[in-house]
């Protein structure tokens, strides 16, 4: 059996670009001599050599001061097994741990290796951004249980290659928020007078493996949002999905063994297709790919052919309604589309190993994506609906072994209000992740099912000089986790105006004791501007929609967030944060 798992998303960098291509990116590294660099040489170590199952690493990292969020990646042996993001820090110093499972790496921590750990980062004073970090990884790991037995692990894990850039001369790039973009035909209608108030090249991307010339696998996307992005009074103290803890994406290769066990040379190619011309993407997605391979045990060479390979794919595009119209603005004024894709592709072959004989492996997978947005011309109000779902099926000898469904829903609404004064930015975000799978090194949890969704909703106000007055935001989050052997976890959370932490909920049988943590019984619709945030996420009817701020205008070199400004009447940390 082989998989490959993946690293795929696209970042909006700050101080340096990811090397990229417009439709794919090479996946041998590249020199990072200009980024903040930890590299520890392990080979004494027990840490590498211990007959143990590893369960978790765990990353704590203070900062104090301003600084933007920066992406970081860990590697064991040159091949990434952590993709992250720091938080952004205040003047009063802030710390933040992450947790991550690494049983799956356990043939890398076997034996004597290396591990580094990067993480861009720029200190510059005249920048105001004097954010630095100081990163603690530590480890835990224990013998296997009856209850907790050890999972299947994979004999080898070959490393694919991974790239990144060294330009040190752009501080903005758009492609985070890359399920914004819009079709290059509609881009006229929404910024006659190319301003750049909207990002073309269409909201849909598909992580594509090939190996030669045949397609192996897709992927779609998990829109991620970063501590910094949209309204940053969203992200204290709780993160994004994703932020701290990026996906991977596996996909099932084992059909292709035949066609790898030749002991001749094959290339393995990563693109990202997007909706621009010849299906290219703005730039700045950042790639990383390994396989797991298991071996078979008699010592045999494998052999055997690919019997089939079909794949189907449409990506169209077309005028919509508006999926809703707040008041005070007519629904002739808006520009609404719709943009719907799917993906089909099966490969089946014949496998004849000297265990197991002569047995037909087969992958299938079936997905659907669709991303309908409204939009004022000049970003005064703009709204994306997106969904993106689909099942991953491996079969081997007529018997399912895998079955991985995921469904990605999105909904993103924001609206900017302009008076002589300022501008105020109102936004709501539902965002999901919703996965059922039966990991293919994990049998022993069997199938595992993981339900979060994350609903948002705040403001954040701007005087004319394009610096942010102040902010307000609400987040709250529920967490379900459930295992075949009836093992649960569930976790609300529920944070306002930054430094609130409302509710924090835990129970399931996964806990010793399912004690509620309740920090606030406050209602917070007593308040009238939470209230209405709440309720409509809508201006008032005494202000007027003039020449506003789009997602991407909130999140460039313009907006600068500072001041110690409170809305009156709620408590409000001051938001110091520099451009993004």
Same mark, same amino acid.
């Given at each position: ?19 990229? #291509? ?23 170590? !027990? ?32 091949? !990434? ?65 009856? =209850? ?31 399920? #914004? =973009? ?81 002991? /001749? ?16 993407? =703005? ?32 990506? #169209? ?104 004064? /300022? ?27 993981? !339900? ?25 989050? %529920? ?17 306002? =105006? ?27 619709? !007593? ?31 313009? #907006? ?15 938001? %110091?944060?520099?451009?993004?």
């Amino acid at each position: 059996m082989a998989h490959i798992s993946t690293y795929s998303h696209a970042k909006r960098s700050r101080g340096r670009i990811p090397y990229g #291509t417009s439709r794919s990116e090479k996946t041998n590294q590249l020199p990072s001599s200009d980024l903040c660099q930890f590299v520890r040489q392990a080979s004494k170590r !027990e840490l590498f050599t211990a007959k143990r199952v590893w369960t978790h690493w765990q990353l704590g990292i203070p900062s104090i001061g301003t600084q933007y969020d920066r992406l970081g990646m860990l590697y064991l042996n040159d091949i !990434e097994v952590w993709r992250t993001s720091t938080a952004e820090p205040s003047k009063q110093g802030i710390i933040w741990t992450v947790t991550r499972d690494m049983s799956k790496y356990t043939p890398l921590l076997s034996r004597p290796g290396s591990f580094s750990l990067d993480i861009g980062n720029i200190v510059d004073q005249s920048l105001r951004l004097t954010g630095n970090f100081e990163v603690t990884l530590s480890a835990k790991f224990y013998p296997p249980t009856p =209850n907790f037995p050890a999972t299947k692990k994979a004999d080898k894990i070959i490393n694919m290659g991974h790239g990144l850039g060294n330009n040190m001369t752009s501080f903005l790039t758009f492609p985070q928020f890359w399920y #914004t =973009n819009v079709p290059d035909e509609y881009k006229p209608k929404l910024d006659p007078q190319n301003r750049g108030d909207v990002t073309g090249k269409g909201p849909f991307r598909e992580v594509q493996v090939w190996i030669d010339n045949l397609l192996a696998g897709v992927a779609y996307p998990l829109p991620v949002i970063y501590t910094g992005g949209i309204l940053l009074s969203w992200w204290r103290p709780i993160a994004a999905i994703g932020a701290f803890d990026s996906p991977t994406y596996v996909i099932d290769i084992s059909p292709f063994i035949p066609l790898l066990s030749d002991s /001749k040379a094959h290339n393995f190619t990563l693109f990202v297709q997007g909706q621009g011309e010849n299906g290219s993407i =703005n730039p700045d997605w950042i790639f990383s790919a390994s396989v797991f391979a298991s071996l078979d045990p008699s010592g045999a060479r494998t052999t055997g052919k690919i019997l089939t390979h079909s794949t189907d794919s449409k990506t #169209t595009v077309g005028a919509a309604s508006a999926a809703s119209t707040p008041p005070k603005i007519d629904p002739k004024d808006l520009v609404s589309f719709v943009t719907h894709s799917f993906r089909y592709l099966s490969i089946s072959s014949t496998v004849v190993t000297g265990t197991g004989g002569s047995q037909v492996f087969k992958t299938e997978q079936d997905m659907t994506f669709i991303n309908q947005q409204s939009w004022l011309p000049g970003g005064a109000y703009q709204s994306v609906v997106m969904t993106s779902q689909g099942r991953l099926n491996s079969n081997r000898g007529g018997r399912t072994e895998k079955i991985d469904d995921f469904r990605f829903p999105l909904n993103l609404t924001l609206t900017s209000v302009a008076s002589p004064s /300022k501008t105020t930015i109102v936004g709501h975000l539902n965002h999901q992740y919703d996965r059922t799978t039966n990991l293919p090194f994990c049998s022993g949890l069997g199938q595992i099912k993981i !339900e979060t969704t994350q609903d948002s909703v705040g403001q954040l106000v701007i005087n004319p000089q394009g610096r942010a007055i102040s902010g307000i935001g609400m987040t709250k989050q %529920h967490f379900n986790y459930q295992n075949a052997k009836g093992g649960t976890y569930t976790r609300d959370v529920q944070i306002y =105006n930054s430094t609130k932490i409302i509710r924090d909920e835990e129970s399931g049988t996964l806990l010793p004791v399912s004690k509620p943590k309740v920090f606030s019984e406050s209602s917070l619709t !007593e308040n009238p501007l939470a209230a209405s945030l709440l309720s409509t996420g809508t201006p008032s009817a005494n202000t007027h929609l003039a020449n506003g701020v789009s997602l991407t205008a909130t999140s460039d070199g313009k #907006t600068h967030l500072d001041g110690d400004d409170s809305i009156p009447g709620v408590p409000s940390r001051t938001l %110091h944060h520099h451009a993004h």
